[in-house]
């Protein structure tokens, strides 16, 4: 099994993805969306920007 984006709905009826590791566990979760396409989208976002992403410390 490889990682996999998963789709859900929240108790308040928004849109939000998980990132999850080929062993199953959660490595990264998205905002809420309005609908499901735009936290497709977001998805999308992520998989494009990620590879090249810096990262930093605050």
């Given at each position: 099994?490889?990682?996999?984006?998963?789709?859900?709905?929240?108790?308040?009826?928004e849109?939000?993805f998980?990132?999850?590791?080929?062993?199953?566990?959660?490595?990264?979760t998205?905002?809420?969306?309005?609908?499901k396409q735009?936290?497709k989208?977001g998805?999308e976002?992520?998989?494009k920007?990620?590879?090249?992403?810096?990262?930093e410390?605050?």
């Amino acid at each position: 099994m490889s990682a996999k984006f998963v789709i859900y709905q929240d108790a308040k009826g928004e849109y939000r993805f998980r990132l999850k590791a080929a062993n199953g566990e959660i490595i990264a979760t998205g905002e809420g969306y309005t609908s499901k396409q735009a936290c497709k989208d977001g998805i999308e976002s992520v998989k494009k920007n990620a590879p090249s992403a810096s990262v930093e410390e605050e």
